[in-house]
């Protein structure tokens, strides 16, 4: 049976998974993207010729570099763009944005058009995003939406609340959600069930023994 989480009952899984079974954080973070990169590179599904991937500053950014790295050692044409402050970057975020940096994969601070681009990796929000969101990421989630492109999302739509699957002031709608170890709550309720799109759920090895 699938388990149905919020976002706190997530994060004990996941700080148990890294703290007391010791799997170590980057490798969770690399069976995510591989996960991601898999959905993403199967016959015929998308239009690969020029991916974008929008990449947050938490771990849900750092999944956005890893899967831009393994799309681009894949031969895909792949842009990373970098949504905040690099300062702000997870430990893990930071050592992926490292690797990207030297495989010199093409990198934006701002994004002027999506012209060319052909799909979206929606790797900027997280699960543990809750309140309203600022003014500048609602803007820059709405031009995603208005951008026309097919989108998809890394573990949950950015401006989704992963516990309520309530708008965070506005979200990204997916044509496809690759969420990780258990469904989210946001999934079973409007608007996150429509935002997510198809949704696959991919085993990445998160322990759920703090749950039992």
Same mark, same amino acid.
């Given at each position: 049976?699938?388990?149905?989480? %919020?976002?706190?009952?997530?994060?004990?899984?996941? $700080?148990?998974?890294?703290?007391?079974?010791?799997?170590?954080?980057?490798?969770?973070?690399?069976? =995510?993207? /591989?996960?991601?990169?898999?959905? /993403?590179?199967?016959?015929?599904?998308?239009?690969?010729?020029?991916? /974008?991937?929008?990449?947050?500053? @938490? %771990? %849900? @950014?750092?999944?956005?570099?890893?899967?831009?790295?393994?799309?681009? /050692?894949?031969?895909?044409?792949?842009?990373?763009?970098?949504?905040?402050?690099?300062?702000?970057?997870?430990?893990?975020? =930071? *050592?992926?944005?490292?690797?990207?940096?030297?495989? *010199?994969?093409?990198?934006?601070?701002?994004?002027?058009?999506?012209?060319?681009?052909?799909?979206?990796?929606?790797?900027? !929000?997280?699960?543990?995003? #809750?309140?309203?969101?600022? &003014?500048?990421?609602?803007? !820059?989630?709405?031009?995603?939406?208005?951008?026309?492109?097919?989108?998809?999302?890394?573990?949950?739509?950015?401006?989704?609340? =992963?516990?309520?699957?309530?708008?965070?002031?506005?979200?990204?709608? #997916?044509? =496809? $959600?690759? &969420?990780? *170890?258990?469904?989210?709550?946001?999934? &079973?309720?409007?608007?996150?069930?429509?935002?997510?799109?198809?949704?696959?759920?991919?085993?990445?090895?998160?322990?759920?023994?703090? !749950?039992?």
């Amino acid at each position: 049976m699938t388990l149905l989480v %919020n976002a706190k009952q997530m994060k004990l899984c996941d $700080t148990y998974t890294i703290e007391t079974i010791g799997m170590p954080a980057m490798v969770l973070m690399e069976r =995510a993207a /591989l996960a991601v990169v898999q959905h /993403l590179t199967e016959p015929d599904r998308y239009d690969l010729s020029q991916v /974008l991937v929008a990449a947050g500053t @938490g %771990n %849900n @950014g750092g999944d956005g570099y890893a899967i831009a790295r393994l799309l681009h /050692l894949a031969g895909i044409p792949v842009t990373i763009w970098q949504t905040g402050n690099p300062d702000h970057f997870t430990t893990e975020t =930071a *050592q992926q944005a490292a690797i990207c940096a030297h495989y *010199q994969i093409p990198h934006l601070h701002r994004l002027d058009s999506f012209l060319g681009y052909t799909l979206i990796v929606d790797a900027y !929000l997280g699960i543990g995003v #809750a309140g309203n969101l600022r &003014t500048d990421a609602v803007k !820059l989630i709405e031009s995603i939406r208005q951008s026309g492109l097919p989108v998809v999302a890394v573990d949950i739509p950015s401006g989704i609340d =992963a516990s309520t699957g309530e708008s965070l002031g506005a979200y990204v709608q #997916a044509v =496809a $959600t690759v &969420t990780f *170890q258990f469904k989210k709550i946001a999934f &079973t309720v409007a608007p996150g069930m429509e935002a997510c799109g198809k949704l696959l759920i991919a085993d990445v090895g998160i322990s759920d023994k703090p !749950l039992r």
